[in-house]
């Protein structure tokens, strides 16, 4: 007679089903995590954009600079929280970076100069890139690695779920009241969301609790540390080994080109569509479409990880937003902007599984922090070229148009960097992997 299987150990009070792996634990604080930083995204910062500029007069720079601050700000922090977060864990960093963020958006609704905004966006962009968002891909890195691709693709509905439920919200509340209310509503949502399951759920690493990743249970002599039957999971490779790949800088370019084009293109759609003839109500629908097809689409995209490699799926989805970049640059209808949403969402669904664990699934979970770290200012310097630039034709020409076709021709450098960065072989036999 077969023992029964043990226990899982009592990681959290806050977590009641103490039979089923903590993993699935730290997953429903990513995924409430991810939910409540799309505030700090372009698809929310779109639908704030045209009221905003209304209201206060502001130019389409002036509401860029803030986005290209936080982007840079977010990139440069990276590199020193992802350290931070191989060591000690994502729970204090989730924390304090949800408190940071809920304060800059109680400011935000008092804001009356453009650097207002530019310093208390930028800080709230940057917190949520380099401390919540990244908190929680460090976290789920570690607790997982065969059901990676589920994982990511269930965290990716609970951010692209934020988008699609927040759009039209939002847009009622300032109808009714104004765009002030309406970040002071999202200051709320960022407690209630991001600081108080990230207290509750997060933990370190499963080898902390005598797991290893997957829910698998780790030897007793190996509790506590690093784990040997961990390591025999998946490659880890140091940073020094990843720079001295060629793959590793190709995938900062395909990374970086994707998110210089995908920031400025959230930031700017909405008030595109605007100008192309279209309402604010059609435009917060065309969101509203694209964040809904992402979050329809994006489990789907993890299952298939788990079948495919990363690089396969970042080259699905930069072909596919080169198309969509075409067809918004020429939208002047409401079903052609919603064609646009439609291929656009699925495209972002995809990209949404790709980024999440693009440096782990190469590289491995036991140095990720610190390699995306690395990587995150490399990208953030290109950064701000896409929002600036969108803003710069949209004061300079009255619209959008060219910069649009712009980032269709930068999808198309991404997509032969995905196609050069072939897969790794194992991390060479000389490397040490000390515990931190």
Same mark, same amino acid.
């Given at each position: 007679?077969?023992?029964?299987?043990?226990?899982?150990?009592?990681?959290?009070?806050?977590?009641?089903f103490k039979n089923l792996y903590y993993g699935w634990a730290v997953l429903v604080a990513g995924a409430f995590s991810s939910f409540a930083m799309v505030p700090t995204q372009g698809p929310i910062v779109g639908v704030f954009n045209q009221p905003m500029r209304d209201d206060l007069g502001w130019s389409a720079i002036d509401i860029s600079i803030a986005f290209v601050i936080g982007s840079v700000g977010g990139g440069f922090m990276s590199s020193?929280?992802?350290?931070?977060?191989?060591?000690?864990?994502?729970?204090?960093?989730?924390?304090?970076a949800g408190l940071v963020i809920a304060t800059a958006m109680v400011a935000i609704s008092r804001?009356?100069?453009?650097?207002?905004?530019?310093?208390?966006?930028?800080?709230?962009?940057?917190?949520?890139?380099?401390?919540?968002?990244?908190a929680t891909l460090v976290g789920l890195a570690s607790w997982f690695v065969r059901k990676r691709g589920r994982v990511v693709g269930l965290l990716g509905v609970g951010q692209r779920g934020g988008q699609f439920i927040m759009p039209l919200p939002l847009v009622a509340i300032m109808a009714f009241t104004s765009w002030r209310e309406a970040w002071i509503v999202l200051a709320v949502v960022v407690i209630l969301l991001q600081v108080l399951p990230s207290a509750a759920l997060y933990r370190r690493r499963p080898e902390d609790y005598g797991l290893l990743p997957d829910g698998a249970e780790a030897?007793?002599?190996?509790?506590?540390?690093?784990?040997?039957a961990a390591d025999s999971v998946e490659d880890s490779w140091t940073l020094a080994q990843a720079k001295r790949t060629r793959t590793l800088w190709l995938l900062i370019v395909a990374q970086g080109g994707v998110i210089l084009c995908l920031n400025a293109t959230n930031l700017h759609a909405a008030a595109h569509l605007q100008d192309r003839g279209l309402s604010l109500w059609q435009a917060g629908a065309v969101t509203t479409v694209f964040a809904g097809a992402s979050m329809l689409t994006v489990l789907p995209w993890g299952f298939a990880m788990e079948r495919l490699h990363v690089r396969t799926l970042g080259l699905m989805s930069t072909a596919m937003l080169v198309v969509a970049m075409v067809l918004v640059s020429v939208a002047d209808t409401f079903p052609l902007a919603l064609l646009f949403g439609f291929i656009y969402g699925i495209a972002i669904g995809a990209w949404t599984v790709v980024s999440r664990m693009l440096f782990a699934n190469y590289f491995g979970r036991r140095n990720f922090? *610190? /390699?995306?770290?690395? %990587?995150? &200012?490399?990208? *953030? /310097?290109?950064?701000? %070229?896409? &929002?600036l630039l969108a803003a710069y034709f949209r004061d300079s020409r009255g619209e959008f148009d060219l910069a649009f076709y712009?980032?269709?021709?930068?999808f198309v450098l991404s997509f032969l960097a995905f196609l050069l960065a072939t897969p790794l072989k194992n991390p060479p036999p000389t490397a040490v992997f000390v515990a931190p």
């Open positions: 007679m077969s023992s029964p299987k043990p226990t899982q150990p009592r990681i959290s009070r806050f977590w009641p020193v929280v992802g350290r931070v977060l191989d060591k000690r864990g994502p729970r204090v960093v989730s924390v304090l804001m009356t100069e453009p650097w207002h905004w530019w310093v208390l966006f930028g800080v709230a962009r940057a917190t949520a890139a380099s401390g919540a968002q990244l030897p007793p002599e190996e509790r506590g540390g690093v784990s040997k922090g *610190a /390699i995306r770290g690395f %990587a995150a &200012p490399l990208m *953030a /310097i290109v950064n701000p %070229a896409g &929002p712009f980032f269709a021709g930068v």
